[in-house]
């Protein structure tokens, strides 16, 4: 089985299986390099285009330290993101215990905002537009003029 990265092709010995188990190990949107990362990480063995013998960890090390920098990149994610990364945890997929939680406070921080910061954001999104302001003024001009003409008819 062959595999693209960037410019570079390996070739997966794919015994027992293995591909698989790592396609569902690094989740099913992840890229070809995180597959690669989590067959590297069950020992798969892992060849290059010249045929030779790729190190065995050489691309888990790397993957392990972008998984390791992701409690740090939580706050960049959108909310889908962020329950996408909890879900894959529950699913047993490879999510440290840690990231869950952090992924979860996250989200928790955002769906706290404080009634003084909802009512600012809900002021900035309902801001009325100018015309909105210009026809209510009018109506109300025309509201008055009645008024002093039916006063006037009724004491004049």
Request: charged share 30%; glycine share 8%; no cysteine.
């Amino acid at each position: 089985m062959k595999i693209k990265i960037g410019e570079r092709e390996y070739t997966l010995n794919n015994n027992s299986g293995k591909y698989d188990l790592a396609k569902s190990d690094a989740g099913e949107n992840a890229a070809p390099e995180q597959i690669l990362a989590h067959y590297d990480k069950l020992a798969g063995l892992i060849k290059d285009e010249n045929g030779n013998k790729v190190e065995n960890g050489k691309f888990w090390g790397a993957e392990k330290a972008r998984i390791a920098d992701e409690p740090r990149q939580l706050k960049y994610k959108t909310d889908d993101e962020l329950k996408e990364i909890m879900r894959n945890s529950i699913d047993n997929q490879y999510v440290p215990s840690s990231i869950y939680h952090k992924a979860k406070q996250e989200l928790e921080f955002r769906n706290s905002k404080k009634p003084d910061d909802l009512l600012a954001s809900q002021n900035q999104t309902t801001k009325p537009k100018w015309w909105e302001k210009t026809w209510v003024q009018i109506i109300m001009l025309l509201g008055a003029v009645a008024g002093i003409v039916g006063l006037y008819s009724l004491f004049g």
